[in-house]
């Protein structure tokens, strides 16, 4: 994962969402529910290894102009945790809370690439 500190991060994310889909991961660290959604997409993302979507993690927190960015650009509303699937520098998936999972992941990422 490649966190998204600033604005030039964000600008490379959107910028590679152009080549091929891209997952924006959005995570509280004091939240325990984001705590097991974070832990879900390493899972995912350790099991898709170099043949998955890049992804891109934003610490909503630590981050907060990032974050506003987010749902500012893409006109998805802001919630944490929060996966969103990117593709062409637009939202074309987005899953929150416990509907972040690897599953749901790999069928939104199939869809947009198919």
Sequence with gaps: MKELTGPQDWQACL???QEKPVFVFKH?????IS???HSRVVEYD???AG???DIYLVKVIESRPVSNAIAEVLGVQHQSP???LVKDRAAVWSASHHGVRGDRMQEAFENAVS
């Design 46 to 48: 350790a099991r898709n």
């Design 82 to 84: 929060q996966i969103i």
């Design 51 to 53: 043949n998955g979507p």
């Design 28 to 32: 509280s660290t004091a939240c325990p």
């Design 15 to 17: 910028d590679a969402s």
């Design 35 to 37: 705590g097991a959604a």
